[in-house]
């Protein structure tokens, strides 16, 4: 699965069938979710109807974004352990550590106002 989340925006086919690429992005979101070092056995539902106000398994997280699709503009899973850093490199292809140090901050900080408000913002 490549990085690009052009497939959040393509949850379903002419047909309104779910698209397997959409499909694949879902495993792609719930594999690494849930490899994070703070993921029990829940994590937020990203999707558009509970917006990381609810948690749920695996299976549940999967289903609810296959008929929900993620809530908007959830291309940088930082409610669920992901940085920008994740994807930028500098020139060379190397991680560069004062954006990883800016970014980890920025995501702990936007984790923090969401758990206090309960994920209620639309900021993200």
């Given at each position: 699965?490549?990085?690009?989340?052009?497939?959040?925006?393509?949850?379903?086919?002419?047909?309104?069938?779910?698209?397997?690429?959409?499909?694949?992005?879902?495993?792609?979101?719930?594999?690494?979710?849930?490899?994070?070092?703070?993921?029990?056995?829940?994590?937020?539902c990203p999707c558009?109807?509970?917006?990381?106000?609810?948690?749920?398994?695996?299976?549940?997280?999967?289903?609810?974004?296959?008929?929900?699709?993620?809530?908007?503009?959830?291309?940088?899973?930082?409610?669920?352990?992901?940085?920008?850093?994740?994807?930028?490199?500098?020139?060379?292809?190397?991680?560069?550590?004062?954006?990883?140090?800016?970014?980890?901050?920025?995501?702990?900080?936007?984790?923090?106002?969401?758990?206090?408000?309960?994920?209620?913002?639309?900021?993200?």
């Amino acid at each position: 699965m490549v990085d690009n989340r052009s497939w959040i925006d393509h949850r379903v086919d002419d047909s309104g069938f779910v698209t397997d690429e959409f499909k694949e992005g879902v495993q792609f979101f719930v594999r690494f979710a849930f490899s994070r070092p703070r993921a029990k056995s829940e994590i937020k539902c990203p999707c558009l109807k509970c917006k990381c106000r609810k948690w749920g398994n695996p299976e549940v997280v999967s289903v609810h974004l296959c008929k929900h699709g993620f809530m908007n503009n959830y291309y940088t899973w930082y409610v669920h352990g992901e940085t920008s850093s994740n994807t930028v490199r500098n020139f060379e292809g190397e991680s560069s550590n004062m954006e990883f140090v800016r970014n980890e901050i920025g995501a702990l900080y936007n984790e923090m106002v969401v758990d206090a408000m309960g994920a209620q913002s639309e900021y993200n």
